[in-house]
């Protein structure tokens, strides 16, 4: 189960490393999937960040008032994963790879002017 985008962007957990746990909420009276919910702690203690299914916005609701939008139905997790949500930005344009020497075989054919033929 993967972190929603909307959890990089909130407040919610400033720590740049934060153990979280995800949870896949649904209905029990008509299975509909409502959305994905995070949290620090498992099971949640009066209130849950969720994302409603088909949203891209984060929300924190009440426990008690989270209800199926179909049927009206009560909801719980179907499915919790611990996850570690790290904000690390990484921008790859100045982080290059690191260029090292070639391998000695790969050199001494360089130095002996032979090209390298992958194919043989």
């Not at 009440?62 to 919790?80: F, H, I, K, S, Y």
Request: charged share 30%; net charge neutral; hydrophobic share 40%.
């Amino acid at each position: 189960m993967h972190i929603p985008e909307s959890v990089y962007r909130s407040e919610a957990f400033p720590d740049p490393a934060t153990p979280v746990f995800v949870a896949e909420i649904a209905c029990i009276m008509c299975a509909t999937v409502v959305g994905t919910a995070i949290d620090e702690r498992w099971p949640p203690v009066l209130t849950v960040l969720i994302e409603l299914d088909g949203s891209r916005v984060l929300r924190r609701v009440e426990l008690d008032r989270l209800r199926c939008p179909q049927c009206g139905g009560n909801t719980e997790a179907t499915e919790v994963t611990p996850r570690l949500l790290r904000r690390d930005h990484v921008d790859w344009r100045l982080e290059r790879p690191q260029v090292g020497r070639p391998p000695k075989w790969l050199a001494a054919l360089r130095a002996a002017g032979r090209p390298y033929d992958r194919t043989a």
